[in-house]
């Protein structure tokens, strides 16, 4: 693969079906729902759409414990519906793009039943072990290694018909496929390319660095007071993962199709992503890394810190390098597993949460990469705001806090570390007017208390709102080669307010500089390239006239001849 992929041109959209819009009542959001509202992401200008899924589930992950992969889940609608889905998008110029679930299933997949007896010739298609050696099975103790799962608990559930215990890296109703099983491999791409025939152009494949595990599976180091193991190398790029994506690769002709395709991979650094992403290679077209996303949290996710700013752009920046000359870099801060930026990184109170939002839009839009606008980021939407456990509806978030709280972390501390990352606050539905306008129903998690005042039809109605601020930063991306291919150079990297940087293609550059604080900022103008001649082609809040002093969240474009 050596010419450049038309989805290094591309910016996608991610929706969440069951928080995008609800047409029949039932307070979940529905493919219709999502035919409905296709132009408000026409107009934004993003090309993809990737629908977290949508396939037949019990739903104790929200769709991502899949008991059929090749049927709808009646709640989003019918076969119908997804197949006018697909015209639609593609009618307006745009690629859609599937959530390939397959590190595991649901346990209510047909092949899990089976694989639950123990004759059965699918007992191999999952991971199943005996006890631990010298104890009882299923008691305390037995299970076969140490490890917890990403949800808290043990990562092994046992199954007392069969007296083994299965692997499940998630939740107990997610266990894992054995993809050492050529037959479970076979059955994969083959599903694959049944949604490929039925129109889908690409896949954003869910954990996919965790199918290939290190065999024999052996108990990992444990952390003072922590009652499993999370050592994540034991599961993460197994030996055999690029085996692996390379035959999917050709099984499902993911490069000779031209095949959108990001791979979700947990423990993924720089080096693992250039192998993966290579275009010397038919692996994948880029990954999710978690490394940027990690660098606010102290140890676990559950004990966030304060963001250092250097940290963030200095991660940015080292995989911008690091990607230059070879492979892809995605640009995310927000999708359904984390909270929501403008909380997190900006400043959410009323006085400057959209120049908040237009500053991290500016520098996260202006990096090189394919870049993602997970639903409700383009209008700023913010945390949820929970302070019960009983507001959460998200298995992860009633895992951790039962496993903290039986740990003897108090309850104040866990809800507090909820409120701030949970992944329920990207999860609320989407605010389409003052009113709500989601559902006509009872919404399956509440709105957002802010929805009044933070809503799509207000923001879109505004020519000062977030979205178009996301529509002019996409808008330059397609009329800029510079956006797109231009090499990227940090400056100031230990500046702790202020984020600026430069991208160059032959004489044409960018200069970006950003205030990412809510206080005025002094902006060292010698250590930036000279503005003399110097365009001003975007800015997030009303400019001033010189860079001296950047108002709070302001972020600025420059264009200029190097
Ligand atoms: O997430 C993978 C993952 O490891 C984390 O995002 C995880 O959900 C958690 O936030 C870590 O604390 C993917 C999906 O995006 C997520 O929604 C699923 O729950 C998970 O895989 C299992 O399929």
Known sequence: MSQTPWWSRSVVYQIYPRSFADTDGDGFGDLRGIIDHLDHVADLGADVLWLSPIYVSPQDDNGYDIADYEAIDPMFGTMDDFDELVAAVHSRGMKLVMDLVVNHTSDE?????????????????????????GH?????????????????????????????????????????????NPAVREAVYAMMNRWVDRGVDGFRMDVINLISKTYPLADGVLTPGDPYSFEIERVANGPRLIEFLEEMNREVGITSKQLFTVGEMVACGLEHAR????????????????????????????????????????NLARWQEGLADDGWNSLYFENHDQPRSVSRWGDDSPEHRVASAKALATVLHLHQGTP??????????????????????????RGQFAQATAAGVPEEAVLAGLSAMSRDNARTPMPWTPEGGFTTGTPWLPLNANTASINVADD??????????????????????????????????????????????????????????????????????????????????????????LAPWEARVYRFRA
Request: hydrophobic residues 35%; charged residues 25%.
């Open 275 to 314: 192998e993966y992403t290579s275009r010397h290679h038919d692996r994948l077209g880029m990954v999710f890394t978690f490394e940027h996303v990690s660098v606010d949290q102290s140890g676990s996710k559950l004990s966030p810190k304060k963001l250092h700013l250097p940290d963030l752009k200095q």
């Open 460 to 549: 879109v109605a505004d020519p000062d709102g977030v979205a178009a601020h996301y529509k002019a930063l996409i808008a330059l991306r397609r009329e800029d080669a510079v956006v797109r291919d231009g090499a990227f150079e940090l400056l100031l990297p230990d500046d702790e307010t202020l984020w600026a940087f430069t991208r160059t293609l032959g004489d044409q550059r960018l200069l970006v500089v950003a205030n990412m604080s809510s206080h005025l900022a002094g902006v060292p103008i010698s250590a930036l390239p000279s503005l003399e001649d110097a365009e001003l082609v975007l800015s997030s809040v009303y400019p001033g006239t010189d860079l001296q002093t």
């Open 136 to 180: 009882e099975p299923g008691t305390p103790g037995a299970e076969p290694t140490n490890w917890g799962s990403f949800f808290g608990g043990s990562a092994w559930a046992y199954d007392e018909a069969s007296g083994e215990y299965y692997l499940h890296l998630f939740s107990r109703k997610q266990p894992d496929l054995n993809w050492e």
């Open 109 to 133: 997949h047909a092949w899990f039943t089976e694989s639950r007896q123990p004759g059965s010739d699918k007992r191999d298609w999952y991971v199943w072990r005996p006890a631990r050696e």
């Open 372 to 397: 993602y606008v997970y639903q409700g980021q383009e209008i700023g939407m913010t945390n949820a705001g929970f302070t019960r456990i009983e507001q959460y509806a998200d298995v992860e978030a």
